[in-house]
């Protein structure tokens, strides 16, 4: 008998469970065994358990996941996106300090430099963040195209001139012989 797998006297229960579709876990869990020897002992006796609920499932949970990242990286996104507002309106700044570590503050009509390098910073990581969770879709390659009828359109310029430049050609030793 191979390494791992159980005593024969349970594998008459085991084809049992097997035949009434129970699957690798539900088995292990009612004969009260890993996994593993089910698996191992499953194997040695032929039997192969049906996986297409376990990979719906697995596809199932990673759809569930990309949503899940999706919606983080809206909500990175958002907080980009308010970061960068918060630097044009009014911001209190606040302080404690003297001997006594007073309490101060003061309102200004937008943030101020150091504020604004903070949310600044702040947006740069959240947009960094929601890129990474969801990454920007590839470029439709507009450049690429522009570059390519442009290479084409100098080409067919230097075509047509080098066409004239023959034609001028011809028609000077045509006028040549006449």
């Known amino acids: 008998m191979p390494h791992g797998v159980m005593a024969?006297?349970?594998?008459?229960?085991?084809?049992?469970?097997?035949?009434?579709?129970?699957?690798?876990?539900v088995i292990?869990?009612?004969?009260?065994?890993?996994?593993?020897?089910?698996?191992?002992?499953?194997?040695?006796?032929g039997l192969a358990f049906d996986r297409t609920a376990i990979q719906a499932a697995t596809a199932a949970r990673l759809a569930d996941l990309a949503e899940r990242r999706s919606v983080l990286a809206e909500k990175?996104?958002?907080?980009?996106?308010?970061?960068?507002?918060?630097?044009?309106?009014?911001?209190?700044?606040?302080?404690?300090?003297?001997?006594t570590n007073t309490y101060a503050e003061h309102t200004f009509s937008e943030a101020p430099a150091t504020e604004r390098r903070a949310l600044v910073t702040a947006a740069g990581t959240a947009t960094d963040r929601s890129l990474k969770l969801a990454p920007a879709e590839a470029a439709s390659n507009l450049d690429?195209?522009?570059?390519?009828?442009?290479?084409?359109?100098n080409l067919l310029s230097a075509y047509s001139q080098q066409m004239d430049q023959q034609d001028a050609e011809a028609e000077a030793e045509s006028a040549d012989r006449a």
């Open 8 to 25: 024969k006297d349970r594998w008459e229960e085991l084809r049992e469970l097997h035949a009434e579709g129970k699957g690798r876990n």
């Open 28 to 45: 292990a869990r009612e004969m009260g065994i890993a996994t593993g020897v089910v698996s191992r002992t499953a194997e040695h006796l």
């Open 76 to 99: 990175f996104q958002d907080v980009a996106e308010d970061s960068l507002e918060r630097i044009y309106k009014p911001t209190t700044v606040y302080a404690f300090g003297g001997s």
């Open 144 to 153: 690429g195209a522009k570059s390519m009828l442009g290479n084409l359109g």
